[in-house]
DNA sequence: ACATTGTTGTGGAACGTTCCACAACTGTTT
DNA sequence: AAACAGTTGTGGAACGTTCCACAACAATGT
């Protein structure tokens, strides 16, 4: 098993194939009675051979099973043809859906993908990153705003940089695409006054970037849409009492909220599930909207509405900028994306 | 921007740093006028340097940045480090868990992770896992069952390889570590026995490995506990028809079924929706059973009783014994870990 | 005085590939 | 016949590291 049959041994000056060692390009060219040059073409495809020894080459390194190593060859290329994408957290179907944007996009440009995670953990995110330009990646995809702006500049400076969704500042040397949080925070807001809703509450439980915005472009839109009705704007801090306050204003008060906008289907799902634990009907006594548009819209009940990203377009526009990056675009670029409105069943006009 | 600055320039014989190129072991050994072999032993901490030049050396290399190049290591390593893990789908909580035991485990080992990502494709799957074994992975982590036996023969033979989940068929030369299926099955079905139930479902959307041995050790078990009773087994084809007629079959008929275990959490949370918009009260009316307790489990009323397994407990093992295989373990090992019951609301005694 | 042993350091040869300058042919044009 | 151009192929020098054999020197024992 980890001897080499007798029968292709040589004595040729040129050290035979060692036993269970990888075949390489040497031993391709000792076999076909070729040049190692003359093998490296056949492989790549480049002229400098005639079909006849293409072919012939190829058959050879075939039946030897044959893989040209990588890292040689990013040696002396100099580059690696690897791109990384940094997720904050696998297991979560915007990220996947990105990630899988970024991927069709990348074997559009011959590029190999690399992922890091990072597991919400900004400690490990950094080490994740550090692995990953350790690895030599020539540009990175960031699907997280956990990353510290001021280690994204540094990074920045060493590679191409392309962050997907919001940073908590502007960071110049490095690329942005986002949703347009605040068409998304319109669209429900509006969908929601449409049904004949006044009072309207928004539920965040979060302050990171993404989350700021809604609730930004939430405050702002009710005071322009609805002036003089005091906008509600709950939490972010501690979302789960929040949650029930608000079940229990619905349930005792007048005046109380008919309507809530949530900051994304986490939280809407936490508030479906507190509202029907206290006796609630929905969505007759409360309509919710969600934002993400995930899987777990069509298993609630009611089914979430809830505002789509078009995630999987966002990897791809991530893609070609970062490659844009790479092959010399020096300014910074911020694109910008309009998600849209899913109605399912957990919106209705409110009790008369 | 791209000149370094003169001030840096050098004569002598090996020539000074290129402008815009990284730095190299051969320019920190210049700058610390000392041998590149030095800094090698330097950098890698390994005896051969005096305390003073290795701390002078490392001081040097941080200061013009250097980070040694990866490829060139492991071209004459002949090691890369990397392990691939292969996964079926991200943006699934099973595998996100299975990761970051496998993650764990893994810089335990100092080894580095690389994720390939299949997306539910068979043909995608096996590019993927090609262009792992390209980028040169010592090993590999399979958390998949679409890769088909042959196929799986096939790479075992070029790279030790771990399955996380069951085989169709055992394959030889490749090790594996699965969920007991048939465990859960009996947990689950122990259950609702004991809460007395005797007229007990199972739904099944799949008929790949795991969710067959959930279906065989069911039937099994219906027949050893309940003899007389006889096992009611639903499709695993068109899903959604089965889901419907058993709905109708629990309205309209006497002797229907009054309890559900079903194959997965998603089918259980696809059985729950379509049970609520008929009109069905939950648990009262059903018992329900998941498999996997993912995170849906809490956000659905009645909240999901479901099979858990230690998913990151799994890629734990996996890595271990892929980490024995590297280092030399030739014959096959299969493991087999217990997952347990976590109770909730969706499962209650029957009407009497 | 001479071995012996240990520490600190060196320069050259790998590793497996691509790139480059050039050689050996075969035609074609002057 | 000489000059030129095109095709096919070659061997050696990179690429940036680690490994290895060995050198220089100091400390120790006989």
């Known amino acids: 098993m980890t001897h080499s049959p007798a029968g292709t041994e040589t004595l040729l000056p040129g050290r035979g194939r060692r036993a269970g060692r990888k075949p390489t390009i040497h031993d391709v060219a000792e076999a076909a009675g070729v040049s190692k040059s003359a093998v490296s073409l056949a492989i790549r495809n480049q002229r400098g051979v005639s079909e006849a020894t293409r072919e012939h080459i190829l058959n050879i390194a075939q039946e030897l099973g044959y893989r040209s190593n990588v890292w040689a060859r990013s ?40 992922i890091g995670h990072g597991r919400r953990d900004a400690k490990r995110l950094q080490a994740e990153l550090d692995s990953l330009l350790a690895l030599g990646v020539e540009g990175v995809v960031i699907v997280s705003s956990w990353v510290p702006p001021q280690y ?131 969505p007759e006594q409360l309509s919710i909207v969600g934002y993400d548009n995930s899987s777990v819209c069509r298993m609630l009940r009611p ?19 970062l490659s844009e990056r790479i092959t010399g675009r020096t300014e910074d670029k911020h694109v910008t994306i309009a998600p849209n409105l899913v109605v399912r069943e957990s919106t209705a006009p409110p009790r008369s």
């Open 75 to 114: 040696l002396v290329q100099g580059r690696t043809g690897l791109i990384g994408i940094l997720l904050q957290d696998l297991g979560n179907s915007y990220h996947r859906d990105v990630t899988a944007g970024v991927e069709d996009a990348a074997v559009e440009n011959d590029l190999r993908l690399v």
């Open 303 to 321: 089914q979430l509405t809830s505002v789509d990203q078009p995630r999987s377009r966002m990897g791809q526009m991530a893609l070609e900028m």
């Open 152 to 282: 994204l500049e540094k990074i920045g400076k060493r590679v191409p940089v392309v962050v997907v969704g919001r940073l908590p500042e502007p960071v110049s040397g490095i690329d942005t695409v986002a949703n347009r949080d605040e068409i998304g925070a319109r669209q429900a807001v509006e969908h929601l006054i449409e049904l004949g809703h006044t009072r309207i509450a928004h539920l965040t439980g979060s302050a990171r970037p993404a989350a700021m915005h809604r609730r930004g472009a939430f405050s702002e839109l009710m005071r322009r849409l609805l002036p003089g009705v005091d906008p509600q704007v709950e939490g972010p801090e501690q979302l789960e009492a929040a949650i029930r306050y608000l079940v229990f204003q619905i349930q005792e008060e007048k005046g109380a909220p008919t309507a809530v906008f949530t900051q994304n289907d986490r939280v809407a799902a936490d508030l479906v599930g507190a509202s029907l634990d206290a006796g609630l009907r929905l």
